[in-house]
């Protein structure tokens, strides 16, 4: 598993999303990841300082990657709608919703402003 994590200004912990592997490469190959600029951050976790690689979640950086997860949520649908048909197994569903369930966590963390740091490595 691989991690997408979100930071506040205020010193909290992360808020961390693990996603498989194949998950992980498929947003690095896509827009996700050529959206803002990845920098060296100073910032205060649980009152230690660290210096990490952050992308700002400003007004623009955040609107794009709410657009590009809002686009993608809605073509996932389309694809588990399809996969999924009239009854599946338990474990056909989980395989199948994994991604989407995924993609609205990622939306969710992007939309609560009290996250103003995102880290993809």
């Keep these: 598993m691989l991690d997408i994590s979100f930071y506040t200004n205020n010193g909290q912990p992360p808020y961390t999303v693990e996603i498989a592997e194949a998950f992980y490469e498929w947003l690095a190959k896509s827009e996700f990841s050529k959206i803002g600029k990845t920098r060296k951050t100073k910032i205060k976790i649980e009152g230690e300082e660290e210096n990490l690689e952050l992308v700002k979640l400003g007004k623009d950086n955040r609107k794009k990657l709410r657009n590009f997860l809002l686009e993608a949520i809605s073509e996932e649908s389309d694809s588990v709608l399809s996969q999924l048909g009239d ?35």
């Design 87 to 121: 009854s599946p197994s338990k474990p056909e569903h989980q395989a199948a919703t994994y991604r989407l369930k995924k993609l609205q966590e990622l939306r969710k963390c992007l939309e609560n402003a009290k996250y103003q740091y995102l880290q993809r490595v």
